[in-house]
């Protein structure tokens, strides 16, 4: 009796430490974005210049030069935004600004990784969002969504591809996406198919699906269900009250995705509150239509069962860690400098978690030792390149140039001394690195990837 109840308040107290970092890591993020807004908006009232007339010159023949470069689209991860939301605050760091032709589309950062693939798409081609006829159906939301007045890329398709730079989620949901286009999953556009992504960059990529979600609240029998007290159930109930209650202003700076799912007191009213709370309905009810699910590793190897590296599209990939193990022995955080405080308890929680084994193994040849490196959200193992249930072709680099020239259909990897979120949000956290990891995947998508001929950058046509 006396263990269990050492056990049980060693674990309510630690649900309620990193309940309460958690909120107030998300309330200072909320209220920088928001600080960052007042502060522009106040120094342009102020320091406001004269207004005054001038003719420019428009360099017809740049901007064309410009326009014909296929875009980079940077996809956000899990909590992630895009343009747009949280004013000024940039997901990615700035990164965008790095390049020429860059898109940072805002996707459900809650929602599953089919309905945030399916958003792409429509973000990317324009029209209403069609979440699938028989998926809406299964999950118990509305089959349309959003409706995008203009893609960003229209021209889109075979002779006009893109590269995408997926974080954490974002990366699996840039897979998803590719496989629904070979499938021609998309009503209305037949022509699709795999070869409209013409490359994908992985930056912590949860390929594999990752233990935290079990840490964190997932049940690990079953890979979707949520244990009673966690920190996901306190997420659950955050996220449901903040979609039910509905204020508009609120929403339109930071939405969590789930409008498609009709969660908003003017249409539930009370009675659909208690539905939602009780799990009867809604993104968190049996069907577990949303993102934490398809983070598990079950969840994830249902979902790469489904998923082909194409021999077509070029594969690079991050992969982030910062555990070591000192003279062979147990798994530890590399150290305390360079790792965010949020992530440090996490970076430790999850280097000393093993599956329990009074259940099955989600896989065969799991083992616990693999999964134990870790960026403090993802494992290192998962972030490489898509490892089950089937393993794709793959290649560690330790330089750069030493994959050149790149081949498409191979997952090219390197691992990289860093926690989970050094290369977004905060640019001064990476330092120089930051700049070293954007370079070279903005280089690599503008000067090695390419299916017919190199690609002339505007600056460079103007010295030929």
Known sequence: MVPWLIVSSLQLAELSVSSVVHMVYGFYIFSSAIAGDLTQTLSESILKPKTTIEVKQIDQEKSSDVNDLPPIVLVHGIFGFGKGRLGGLSYFAGAEKKDERVLVPDLGSLTSVHDRARELFYYLKGGLVDYGEEHSKACGHSQFGRFYDKGE???WDEDHPIHFVGHSAGAQVVRVMQQMLADKMFEGYENTNE???LSLTSLSGA???TTRTYLDGIQPEDGKSLRPISLLQLCKLGVIMYDWIDIPWLKSYYNFGFDHFNMSRKKTGLRGLVDLLLGNTGPFASSADWILP???????MKINAGLQTFPNTFYFSYATKLTRKPLGMMTVPS???GIHPLLFIRVFQMSQWRFPHDIPLPYKGYRDEDWQDNDGAMNTISMTHPRIPIEHSSLIVRSDSDCLPLQPGIWYYKIVEADHIMFIVNRERAGVEFDLIYDSIFERCRKHVFRKIPQTL?????HQ
């Open 335 to 337: 150290g305390m400098m």
């Open 207 to 209: 390929l594999n699906g």
């Open 195 to 197: 070869n409209w992504v």
């Open 458 to 462: 505007p600056n460079e046509a103007q």
């Open 294 to 300: 398809d983070l598990s590793i079950q969840g994830s």
């Open 153 to 155: 890329y229209q021209e």
